[in-house]
């Protein structure tokens, strides 16, 4: 399964944490305020790793950083 691969990549790495893993697919506006929860109930330093299709999360990702989290963003090249 692919979170578990994921999970086990953070953990040989040392990363110390709760990995919580979400599939969605959903509108990206749904997906940002999904983002904005999660970083409301999340102590800072919380890492995310959004894997996307499409863009238009530029406003979330400096939202993340301006608030102490960390983000990875992976994406389909060809599309950009």
Same mark, same amino acid.
């Given at each position: @399964? /692919?979170?578990?691969?994921? /999970?086990?990549?953070?953990?040989?790495?040392?990363?110390?944490?709760? /990995?919580?893993? $979400?599939? @969605?697919?959903? !509108?990206?506006?749904? #997906?940002?305020?999904?983002?904005?929860?999660? @970083?409301?109930? $999340?102590? !800072?330093?919380? &890492?995310?790793?959004?894997?996307?299709?499409?863009?238009?999360? !530029?406003?979330? #990702? @400096?939202?993340?950083?301006?608030?102490?989290? &960390? !983000?990875? #963003? $992976?994406? &389909?090249?060809?599309?950009?």
């Amino acid at each position: @399964m /692919v979170s578990d691969r994921i /999970v086990g990549s953070l953990w040989q790495k040392d990363y110390k944490g709760t /990995v919580e893993i $979400t599939l @969605m697919k959903k !509108a990206i506006e749904s #997906l940002r305020r999904r983002i904005k929860l999660w @970083m409301d109930v $999340t102590r !800072a330093p919380g &890492n995310l790793l959004l894997i996307s299709g499409g863009g238009g999360f !530029a406003l979330t #990702l @400096m939202d993340l950083e301006k608030f102490f989290h &960390n !983000a990875i #963003l $992976t994406y &389909n090249e060809a599309l950009f």
